[in-house]
T-cell receptor, first 114, second 114 residues
Framework: DAGVTQSPTHLIKTRGQQVTLRCSPKSGHDTVSWYQQALGQGPQFIFQYYEEEERQRGNFPDRFSGHQFPNYSSELNVNALLLGDSALYLC?????????????FGNGTRLTVT | AQSVTQLDSQVPVFEEAPVELRCNYSSSVSVYLFWYVQYPNQGLQLLLKYLSGSTLVKGINGFEAEFNKSQTSFHLRKPSVHISDTAEYFCAVRLNTGFQKLVFGTGTRLLVSP
């Protein structure tokens, strides 16, 4: 049973560029959340997708956008990259129906902006 | 809004010694509480969770935590640590309603030496 998979594992971009990160949820999960983890910090919530809609959003600018596909996979897009966007981006999946479902995290995408 | 404070950024301990990692939270409403572990270059793995009921919660790898509502704490403990427990530990909280994000602390690095 595959867990949460993210691609790519590492990425280097230049300031001003755009980036797309991808996530496949754990089998049976229908909800995907994205978190940004800066070096030495705890993860910060970006947004959550369920039924192909953004259900909740954290304190991130509109440069951060996302999408969820019918197969529950998800993309995170970041436009006009800034040096401060350098971080580990974590995708987490869960099952919305049937009570409290803990988040299952992928290994993340390490984004470096130069 | 909820917040989580992990009082110790780093906890050094010798192998086979007991350890306690401290976590305090702030919330005006009922919450769920979680502990996650992060090994180098990996995502977060759920150690244990408190949803309701018994305030002593047992998790994987011999860890346990106790929910104390009056002190708004959720400290993590292990009676005897191993070298392999060296990792970053994150306490997290979420509201017990709807599509709610996880709010993480800044993490505690547990360093186990022989």
């Amino acid at each position: 049973d595959a867990g949460v998979t993210q691609s790519p594992t590492h990425l280097i971009k230049t300031r001003g560029q755009q980036v797309t990160l991808r996530c496949s949820p754990k089998s049976g999960h229908d909800t995907v959340s994205w978190y940004q983890q800066a070096l030495g910090q705890g993860p910060q919530f970006i947004f959550q997708y369920y039924e192909e809609e953004e259900r909740q959003r954290g304190n991130f600018p509109d440069r951060f956008s996302g999408h969820q596909f019918p197969n529950y996979s998800s993309e995170l897009n970041v436009n006009a990259l800034l040096l401060g966007d350098s971080a580990l981006y974590l995708c987490a999946s869960s099952l919305t129906s049937g009570g409290v479902s803990p988040l299952h995290f992928g290994n993340g995408t390490r984004l470096t902006v130069t | 809004a909820q917040s989580v404070t992990q009082l110790d950024s780093q906890v050094p301990v010798f192998e086979e010694a007991p350890v306690e990692l401290r976590c305090n939270y702030s919330s005006s409403v009922s919450v769920y509480l979680f502990w996650y572990v992060q090994y180098p270059n990996q995502g977060l793995q759920l150690l244990l969770k408190y949803l309701s009921g018994s305030t002593l919660v047992k998790g994987i790898n011999g860890f346990e935590a106790e929910f104390n509502k009056s002190q708004t704490s959720f400290h993590l403990r292990k009676p005897s640590v191993h070298i392999s427990d060296t990792a970053e530990y994150f306490c997290a909280v979420r509201l017990n309603t709807g599509f709610q994000k996880l709010v993480f602390g800044t993490g505690t690095r547990l360093l186990v030496s022989p």
